[in-house]
């Protein structure tokens, strides 16, 4: 059984930084793609960053590229974001996700497993 669970949101500043972790069990993610997305109130979920379990790849929204980071630790089947720089924009509720596909792919659709997310809300 896959299980995906995030943990390090919270409350910042502008300006502020926070680590958000992913523990992922449950299978081997070797041709995988995980990746972080986030919800607004009354918005549509978006994807935030990629990469592949295996190898060096990665994609981020134009939004955060510079600000945020997302790395994976394979030893420890965990995924990472650190998100500097945060704006109030980028408040949001932030799932981890996996999902078997070439390549990064940016649509919430691709992805097969989620997690229960992590609130995170950068105040003005």
């Known amino acids: 059984q896959v299980q995906l669970v995030e943990s390090g949101g919270g409350l910042v500043q502008a300006g502020g930084s926070l680590r958000l972790s992913c523990t992922a069990s449950g299978r081997t993610f070797s041709s995988y793609a995980m990746a972080w997305f986030r919800q607004a109130p009354g918005k549509e979920r978006e994807f935030v960053a990629g990469?592949?379990?295996?190898?060096?790849?990665?994609d981020y929204r134009d939004s955060v590229k510079g600000r945020f980071t997302i790395s994976k630790d394979n030893a420890k089947n965990m995924v990472y974001l650190q998100m500097n720089s945060l704006k109030p924009e980028d408040t949001a509720v932030y799932y981890c996700?996996?999902?078997?596909?070439?390549?990064?792919?940016?649509?919430?659709?691709?992805?097969?497993?989620w997690g229960q997310g992590t609130q995170v809300t950068v105040s003005s």
């Open positions: 990469l592949r379990w295996s190898g060096i790849m990665t």
């Open positions: 996700a996996a999902g078997r596909m070439d390549g990064v792919r940016r649509s919430d659709w691709s992805y097969d497993y």
